[in-house]
């Protein structure tokens, strides 16, 4: 009977844990405070991880949190052979993620869009003669 989550998934699911972990108590690099890993996707072969990882803050700075995780890559993968029971442990490649910092500016500019739509309607309704022409007698 075949299993239905499938082995590459559960891998993901227990690495982005035991990273997120590990991240937060084993590394004291203070380039990648406030991290959050959003995605790791585990190569079928299990030889390599690509972690995707999100940080409030300027982009620059996330560039330099990704920065630091890879410098840091080894270390992690060498205190991840304790915690998983894998034959091997993949090799880790950070990446940022930049979904949620384009869900963000998007969702600016909606809001933004709004607003100014809805001071373009205030000033029609306050200005003399203006308005929807709902309050001005029909014309016969």
């Known amino acids: 009977m075949p299993r239905e989550y499938s082995r590459t998934l559960r891998i993901n699911s227990q690495l982005q844990r035991e990273l997120s972990e590990l991240i937060r108590t084993e590394l004291t690099d203070p380039r ?31 560039k330099q949190a990704v920065k630091a995780l890879n ?5 992690l993968r060498h205190l991840l052979v304790d915690r998983l029971r ?45 308005g929807t022409g709902e309050d001005e007698p029909a014309a016969s």
């Open 32 to 62: 990648i405070g406030g991290l959050t890993i959003t995605d790791v996707v585990v190569a079928h072969d299990v030889r390599n991880a690509k972690v995707s990882v999100s940080q409030l803050g300027t982009d620059e700075e996330l």
């Open 86 to 130: 894998i034959r091997h442990v993949p090799t880790l490649h950070f990446s940022a993620d930049m979904a949620l910092r384009d869900a963000d500016r998007v969702g600016g500019l909606i809001r933004a869009a709004i607003a100014s739509d809805q001071a373009v309607d205030r000033a029609d309704t306050d200005a003399p003669g203006g």
């Open 71 to 75: 410098g840091a890559a080894g270390r």
